[in-house]
């Protein structure tokens, strides 16, 4: 990429995001960053963050940044663009200095409160099944963008990075690009100079409510509508809570050309499934369409799946995938850490390792849970994470109080809150509910104890490990701790019970 600073900022100065400037003479910019420790020769350095020191302003010129841009001006000797929204001016600066990258594939951003990692994964394999096709993905767990892969940091990045995904992705030759698209994304403007061609919006519940997130639901919606002002496509779960708004702001959108439904119960809707059989292996089901009637196999348990499977077929339909492709790829399709399930061999236990970590999502895996093992006792092991989405907490507990037949509480991601704390909270929801439960911090241990537990009571149980999913990290103190995932736990006490 060959750019100037003078082009950059005639480039805010025409969105009217540009207050004051110092520029040098002619300097060309060989790329975007805010991390001071990633800073090359020639890049501009974003000032950004409620936590930021000019100490980090100080050691990315040290470290060669041409230039900086911020809302304020640091007493420091280098050209500066200061400008009105610094979120904002990430979104245009990137923008342009990838000359939209986005246009050189099919781009298509999903947001929904569940189901938008696993809807990712069924599109991702649809589109290995089209012959001579590379696609990429970014989701909240991992990414691969054609040139790079690895494990995801957050959902949907900031713009710096998205834009530098979109450019690898362009670069590798990628025909498809699907990506996570999270309320925080849309309510700050990370995606705000990104035009989706489809705009997939799965459902809706309360989540993350919080002084640093969302101050109520109401905000948390609007966030997640805004989508559709990205969006010429827009396909819509009528399934979903709140359908009739989430279908008014499709319509009245300036951007969406068209709408495409999803239903398991109504069946108008443009993609719909019904004749639905659970079965621990996967779900089955027919699906019916203007153009096709047939039976779907699905190698992922979970009779809420299927609605994410539905707006993954009309999305691959829309790009035109064929219906053989479509179910070809959804029968190898797995999500690592979505309904994993595993059986003992010498005990009636079955355990269920799942993402679940909100309200709605909660409830989904419990009622998945009862309609696979209707005869089972069902137990749960989970706790809700520190220093976001308080809400969680009462909404986890008295969930879980509802449905389950024993409950443990432990820890998920704490940071830097007490787990002690968050696990009382929770267990305040829990009491609600008449229900009873106990508190085991250390994680592995909890789980180990839900399986010691299943043993003694000589009864068929199910042990829900919520939360984690395939997470190799625990947030403890402020630090990304290694974690050897609920997986592998649940692996080796049923390989220690199986001897």
């Not at 699905?298 to 009309?314: D, K, R, S, T």
């Not at 010498?346 to 909660?362: E, G, M």
């Amino acid at each position: 990429m060959s750019e100037t600073i003078e082009h950059i900022a005639a480039v805010l100065s025409q969105r009217g995001l540009l207050k004051d400037q110092t520029l040098p003479g002619h300097q060309e910019v060989t790329g975007l960053t805010f991390n001071s420790r990633d800073v090359q020769e020639g890049q501009i350095f974003f000032c950004k963050g409620k936590a930021f020191k000019e100490a980090y302003l100080r050691e990315a010129l040290e470290r060669g940044a041409c230039a900086y841009i911020s809302e304020q001006t640091y007493s420091v000797e280098a050209p500066a663009l200061i400008v009105k929204d610094i979120r904002l001016a990430m979104s245009v600066v990137a923008d342009f200095f990838y000359k939209k990258p986005y246009q050189a594939f099919h781009l298509t951003g999903i947001t929904g409160t569940k189901g938008k990692t696993t809807t990712t994964g069924y599109l991702q394999s649809i589109f290995q099944e089209v012959e001579g096709n590379r696609s990429a993905y970014l989701s909240s767990s991992h990414f691969d963008d054609g040139l790079e892969a690895g494990a995801s940091h957050m959902t949907t990045p900031e713009a710096l990075e998205l834009f530098r995904r979109f450019d690898h992705a362009r670069e590798s030759g990628c025909q498809y690009f699907t990506m996570e698209v999270s309320s925080q994304a849309l309510k700050y403007g990370r995606v705000a100079e990104v035009e989706f061609e489809v705009g997939a919006f799965l459902n809706i519940s309360p989540d993350h409510i919080s002084p640093v997130e969302h101050p109520n639901f109401e905000d948390y919606f609007q966030s997640k509508l805004k989508l559709f002002q990205h969006s010429k496509v827009a396909v819509l779960n009528k399934d979903s809570d709140h359908f009739d708004r989430i279908l008014q702001a499709a319509q009245s959108s300036e951007t969406v050309e068209k709408i495409l439904t999803v239903s398991m119960k109504d069946e108008s809707a443009d993609y719909y499934a019904c004749e639905v059989e659970s079965k621990p292996e996967g779900e089955h089901f027919t699906l019916k369409t203007a153009d096709f009637t047939g039976r779907v196999v699905m190698a992922m348990p979970g009779i809420f799946n299927i609605e994410n499977a539905l707006v993954a077929i009309a999305i691959a339909r829309y790009y035109g995938v064929s219906y053989a492709d479509i179910l070809k790829g959804l029968a190898r399709c797995k999500a690592q850490g979505r309904m994993e399930i595993y059986h003992s061999k010498r005990y009636p236990i079955q355990v269920v390792v799942d993402f679940a970590h909100n309200k709605l999502s909660f409830e989904k895996l419990f009622q998945a849970a009862r309609e696979m093992y209707p005869k089972a006792k069902v137990t749960i092991v989970f706790g809700a994470p520190g220093n976001k989405a308080e809400s969680r907490r009462k909404d986890l507990g008295q969930v879980a109080g509802k449905w389950a037949d024993h409950i443990i509480v432990t820890m998920d991601d704490p940071g830097t809150e007490d787990p002690q704390k968050i696990s009382e909270e929770i267990l305040v929801a829990i009491h609600e509910q008449k229900a009873t439960a106990q508190v085991v911090i250390d994680r592995p241990k909890a789980i180990a104890l839900a399986f010691d537990q299943a043993v003694e009571s000589q009864e068929e149980t199910v042990i829900l490990l919520a939360g984690k999913g395939d997470e190799d990290t625990m947030k403890l103190d402020g630090k990304d701790c290694p974690y050897a995932t609920d997986t592998y736990y649940a692996l080796k006490k049923l390989e220690e019970l199986d001897r």
